[in-house]
């Protein structure tokens, strides 16, 4: 088993549409959790960090689920720059860990 | 704030030339380092981390190694490039409970 698995993707939506991305993760002794987003070709880049009461940030929410070992990403009111593959981190004994990536194409 | 300072952006060898890539850390101390790699349209591989100076963590066996010869610097080096060594190339740091920091990375084509 990965230790960190993803939703394979990819995912085609239109605008405007509410779109989630699920992650789950093997070691139960993970501290630190965090959604990356990865644009083509470059490096990623934090798009926020994870909390066990769950946290928003506008259109953006991230919830984790210690006891089942997962964490989501849910996107509301999908935009054409929020196409880029998406990251799911998690953090354990000084090893950082990514998931594989799904991509998302937000089409008009 | 934390960056990395990660060179040369793109970078073509040939099989069995040596490589270094290095990367060097501003904005925080004592900081965890990643060195992954990303082949073309896959996840992020974690190569090696380093929780501090002289300590490197190997999670793949490879034809690669890594090494902290300071608090803030991390090199990647090979004595004898692979074709299959080809990929983006990512430098990382984490301070303690925070998130991860990148580098922009190194393109690697090995002809």
């Known amino acids: 088993r990965k230790e960190v698995e993803q939703d394979p993707g990819p995912f085609n939506v239109p605008e405007g549409a509410t779109v989630a991305f699920n992650c789950t993760y093997s070691n139960s002794a993970s501290q630190s959790f965090f959604w990356y987003r990865q644009d083509c070709r470059k490096e990623p880049k934090l798009l926020m960090s994870?909390?066990?009461s769950g946290n928003e940030d506008g259109r953006f929410t991230a919830q984790l689920n210690r006891a089942s070992q997962y964490i989501s990403l849910l996107i509301r009111d999908s935009k054409l720059s929020d196409s880029a593959t998406y990251l799911c981190?998690?953090?354990?004994?000084?090893?950082?860990?990514f998931g594989q990536g799904t991509e998302l194409s937000v089409k008009p | 704030s934390q960056t990395i300072h990660q060179w040369p952006a793109t970078l073509v060898q040939p099989v069995g030339s040596p490589l270094s890539l290095e990367c060097t850390v501003e904005?925080?101390?004592?900081?965890?380092l990643y060195w992954y790699r990303q082949a073309a349209g896959r996840g992020l591989q974690l190569l090696f981390y380093?929780?501090?100076?002289?300590?490197i963590s190997s999670e793949v066996p490879q034809n690669l190694s890594a090494s902290r010869p300071q608090d803030r610097q991390f090199i990647l080096s090979s004595k004898k490039l692979l074709l299959s060594d080809s990929g983006f190339y990512l430098c990382?740091?984490?301070?303690?409970?925070?998130?991860?920091?990148f580098g922009q990375g190194t393109r690697l084509t090995v002809v």
């Open positions: 994870v909390y066990s």
């Open positions: 380093s929780v501090g100076i002289g300590q």
């Open positions: 990382a740091g984490q301070g303690a409970n925070t998130e991860a920091f």
């Open positions: 904005g925080t101390s004592n900081p965890n």
């Open positions: 981190v998690v953090s354990w004994g000084g090893k950082l860990i």
